[in-house]
């Protein structure tokens, strides 16, 4: 792709070198992306080719709309357009548990919690894993052990 984009409200932008983009490119990639998926017809398949910003047809968008929100992957033109659709709602169910009925201030208001569950799910750009109940496990895990280190670090001292 000509940039990697983690789309609203976390919106990170990388090159093909893994360099992070300038903020006015990432906001053009951003712009570019909403304005080709947001006026397409609900009744269409959800990829489309890539805009200008995007590396045009060598790569596409593959995205899913959920009530209010966009879930927007760039993927180049060798990847399954049907295995992107279903990482995307695999991370939304997830979502959906973590959050119990995940909105967008929980995107908002907790983008680490979400960028670790993606991380769970997507690495390098390899997908490692989908299935719904090991991420959970998973992101239960980090969670306990971020509540054990707050409680440790906010214990009163005891000096000896």
């Known amino acids: ?12 932008c990388w090159n093909e070198e893994g360099v992070p983009v300038s903020e ?25 080719e890539g805009g200008l910003l995007i590396g045009g047809s060598d790569n596409k968008l593959i995205y899913r709309h959920y009530a209010t929100l966009y879930f927007v992957f760039c993927v180049d033109s060798s ?17 959906d548990k973590c959050f119990e ?10 983008v680490d919690k979400v960028h670790n569950i993606l991380a769970e799910m997507v ?18 895990a980090q969670n306990k052990l971020e509540k054990s280190e707050t409680f440790i670090f906010q214990s009163p001292r005891q000096d000896r």
């Open 24 to 48: 006015d490119t990432q906001q053009q990639i951003i712009r570019e992306t909403f304005h080709l998926v947001s006026k397409r017809d609900e009744n269409v398949c959800n990829f489309l």
């Open 79 to 95: 990847e399954s357009e049907l295995g992107i659709l279903d990482l995307i709602q695999v991370f939304v169910e997830t979502l």
């Open 123 to 140: 690495m390098g750009g390899m997908v490692l894993e989908t299935n719904m109940n090991e991420i959970v496990t998973q992101i239960d």
């Open 101 to 110: 009925n995940v909105c967008e201030l929980d995107l908002i208001f907790h």
């Open 1 to 12: 792709c000509g940039a990697t984009c983690l789309h609203a409200p976390w919106q990170r």
